[in-house]
């Protein structure tokens, strides 16, 4: 065997391994693992902070663009009352109505308003309270201010008649203020007192005009704490007589409104 054989190979191993030790100091980790992949200061999470930042930055423009930041409506509708309340009372359409929004974005706006009704009772036999004179016909004025929060859904992928109705679920948090006024006896003070309420239910909202002018229609259930809801004062006097034990109800109410926004 050759002397120089052993020489020769390490010489052959020191030509081969050699490239190898370049790629590895260059990159750092080899020719597949760069410092990037590893380094501490880096943000793994940059692209995908990013796209959201994009998607957010893309959704106000859009917005900024093509949404409405404030609307102004007036309404005419009707306000009724279900249980002993809805039993005493005579309507007086039409219920008048006014209110202010504004626009988060497109599907969330915040409002502010108030609604304005009348209403009637006649009792013209002896009751509770009014045993001897009964108290006639009585007149009642029901105001309420609200602070609203609508939802619009997205309909985008929705057919065209939904998509261009706008609808949106509506909820309220209201204080009512009701007046009864004892029109056949003057000499009977009003009765005044206010009570909180809520209400929920649903709205449409049909342009005109995009983003300028619409027709809305509004389905809304309250359920209110008045004042005399537990009232005894026209009470049968005798069990089963003419009366009512109390004026206990919900209110139900439809509202259509010319908007106008910007």
């Given at each position: 065997?050759?002397?120089?054989?052993?020489?020769?190979?390490?010489?052959?191993?020191?030509?081969?391994?050699?490239?190898?030790?370049g790629n590895t100091q260059e990159?750092?980790?080899?020719?597949?693992?760069?410092?990037?992949?590893?380094?501490?200061?880096?943000?793994i999470f940059s692209d995908f902070n990013e796209d959201i930042l994009g998607a957010?930055?893309?959704?106000?423009?859009?917005?900024?663009?093509?949404?409405?930041?404030?609307s102004f409506n007036l309404a005419l509708g009707l306000t009724s009352f279900d249980g002993n309340r809805g039993a005493a009372y005579e309507n007086a359409p039409p219920t008048y109505g006014m209110g202010?929004?504004?626009?988060n974005d497109f599907q969330t706006s915040f409002g502010l308003g108030f609604e304005y009704s009348k209403h009637s009772m006649f009792i013209g036999e002896p009751v509770n309270n009014f045993r001897t004179n009964p108290p006639g016909f009585i007149s009642i004025s029901a105001l309420?201010?609200?602070?609203?929060?609508?939802?619009?859904?997205?309909?985008?992928?929705?057919?065209?008649?939904?998509?261009?109705?706008?609808p949106y679920f509506a909820a309220r948090i209201e204080y009512w203020y009701l007046s009864n006024k004892y029109v056949d006896q003057t000499q009977l003070p009003d009765d005044n007192g206010?009570?909180?309420?809520?209400s929920g239910g649903f709205g449409?909202?049909?342009?005109?005009?995009?983003?300028?002018?619409?027709?809305?229609?509004?389905?809304?259930y309250h359920t209110v704490n008045f004042f005399d809801k537990y009232t005894q004062k026209f009470a049968p006097i005798s069990p089963g007589g003419y009366g009512y034990e109390d004026l206990t109800g919900n209110v139900y109410s439809t509202m259509v409104s010319y908007v106008i926004s910007w």
């Open positions: 065997m050759n002397k120089h054989g052993p020489f020769y190979c390490i010489i052959l191993c020191l030509l081969l391994i050699t490239p190898m030790l990159g750092g980790l080899g020719p597949d693992i760069q410092d990037d992949d590893l380094d501490s200061g880096g943000d957010h930055m893309a959704e106000d423009e859009r917005f900024y663009r093509y949404g409405r930041f404030f202010v929004y504004w626009f309420r201010v609200y602070l609203a929060y609508r939802y619009y859904l997205d309909t985008a992928n929705l057919g065209t008649a939904i998509t261009y109705s706008n206010g009570g909180l309420g809520f449409l909202e049909f342009p005109i005009k995009l983003r300028e002018s619409y027709i809305g229609v509004e389905l809304l």
